[in-house]
């Protein structure tokens, strides 16, 4: 079953998050996603996160689909015009590729390429609206295309977004919807009290929200994500377990295994394990 079927018919999905090398050695990503096969319903494929030059979302995503994996192509406002955003589609789309999620991308200042200019020759709503068109069999310039793609669409939310940014957060979420978009990735949760909170508010439009669980690696991350994250909150408890484990990496999965049990039993549409590099930990993480 296709992760847009299962989305459909209401059934859990976990997704993974797997980043493909700083080279074309891709030897440990591909071992890493089979470790999972069958377990992961969907490999989401960043598209250089952090700004950080890697190998592209489309390739990594042709690598695990050649594995028999289902991915998530990753497709980023800041480094490609709207010419270049279509045509990876398209080609995302006859290779294979059946999911897209829209994303804006962190600035470049923030990589490891800070002379890299951020194109953004689109915004996000009007990505989605991109894709809209090119599945309604046109481009953009609204010439018709020969073949049309088909994609399940999601996007993100700020789903920990608090006082006047969370009536705007909603707002946008409305007009992602309409633009398409049939799920919604939130940035790392640790609380489901901010969450829970969002979820109400946009009871009505029922949109399908899927968490991101991070495995946390060490108390200064999780100190560190505190004071830089904004609208992401570590309660003051996890942390303290970090520091009193004896086996402080056993500790950091356990507490994404349990975030994994707790959103599936509150009832989203699924979660997406993003580990960072620590992809070899998703078997513990899903309890095998």
Same mark, same amino acid.
Not at 110 to 116: E, I, Q, S, T, V
Not at 193 to 202: G, I
Not at 217 to 235: E, F, L, T
């Given at each position: 079953?296709?992760? #847009?079927d299962?989305?459909?018919?209401q059934e859990?999905v976990?997704?993974?998050?797997?980043? !493909?090398?700083?080279?074309?050695?891709?030897?440990?990503m591909?071992?890493?996603?089979?470790?999972?096969?069958?377990k %992961?319903?969907? =490999?989401?494929?960043?598209?250089?996160?952090?700004? %950080?030059?890697?190998?592209?979302?489309?390739g990594?995503?042709?690598?695990?689909?050649?594995?028999?994996?289902?991915?998530?192509l &990753?497709?980023?406002c800041?480094?490609?015009?709207?010419?270049?955003?279509?045509?990876?589609?398209?080609a995302?789309?006859?290779?294979?590729?059946?999911?897209v999620?829209? %994303?804006?991308?962190?600035? !470049?200042? =923030?990589?490891?390429h800070h002379?890299?200019?951020a194109?953004?020759?689109?915004?996000?709503?009007?990505?989605?609206?991109a894709?809209?068109?090119?599945?309604?069999?046109?481009?953009?310039?609204?010439?018709?295309?020969?073949?049309?793609?088909? =994609?399940?669409?999601?996007s993100?939310?700020?789903?920990?977004?608090s006082?006047?940014?969370?009536?705007?957060?909603i707002?946008?979420?409305? #007009?992602?919807?309409?633009a398409?978009?049939?799920? =919604?990735?939130?940035?790392?949760?640790?609380?489901? &009290?901010?969450?829970t909170?969002?979820?109400?508010?946009?009871?009505?439009?029922?949109p $399908?929200i899927?968490?991101?669980?991070?495995?946390?690696k060490?108390?200064?991350?999780?100190?560190?994500?505190?004071?830089?994250?904004?609208?992401?909150?570590? !309660?003051?408890?996890?942390?303290?377990?970090? &520091?009193?484990?004896?086996? $402080?990496?056993?500790?950091?999965?356990r507490?994404a295994?349990?975030?994994?049990?707790?959103?599936r039993?509150?009832g989203?549409?699924?979660v997406?394990?993003?580990?960072?590099?620590?992809?070899?930990?998703?078997p513990?993480i899903?309890?095998e």
């Amino acid at each position: 079953m296709s992760l #847009k079927d299962k989305l459909d018919s209401q059934e859990f999905v976990i997704l993974a998050e797997i980043d !493909p090398p700083k080279g074309v050695d891709v030897a440990d990503m591909v071992a890493n996603a089979m470790r999972v096969k069958g377990k %992961v319903d969907a =490999f989401v494929v960043p598209e250089m996160s952090n700004a %950080v030059m890697r190998l592209s979302s489309l390739g990594g995503c042709m690598l695990l689909q050649g594995k028999g994996l289902e991915t998530v192509l &990753q497709a980023c406002c800041r480094d490609r015009n709207r010419l270049a955003l279509q045509a990876d589609l398209l080609a995302a789309a006859a290779l294979g590729i059946s999911n897209v999620v829209a %994303v804006n991308g962190e600035d !470049p200042s =923030f990589g490891d390429h800070h002379r890299a200019r951020a194109v953004n020759d689109v915004d996000l709503l009007e990505l989605l609206e991109a894709v809209k068109k090119l599945q309604g069999g046109r481009d953009m310039a609204g010439i018709e295309l020969k073949g049309a793609p088909s =994609f399940c669409i999601g996007s993100v939310v700020n789903a920990g977004a608090s006082g006047g940014l969370l009536d705007l957060e909603i707002d946008q979420l409305e #007009k992602k919807m309409a633009a398409g978009a049939e799920f =919604f990735l939130t940035p790392p949760v640790f609380d489901l &009290q901010n969450l829970t909170r969002f979820s109400k508010r946009v009871a009505e439009l029922n949109p $399908k929200i899927i968490p991101t669980v991070l495995l946390l690696k060490s108390v200064g991350m999780a100190r560190y994500i505190q004071r830089h994250m904004d609208h992401v909150n570590i !309660p003051e408890n996890l942390i303290t377990r970090i &520091q009193r484990a004896p086996d $402080k990496t056993r500790e950091c999965v356990r507490i994404a295994s349990e975030l994994l049990g707790t959103i599936r039993e509150a009832g989203y549409a699924g979660v997406l394990l993003a580990t960072i590099g620590w992809e070899d930990k998703l078997p513990n993480i899903l309890g095998e």
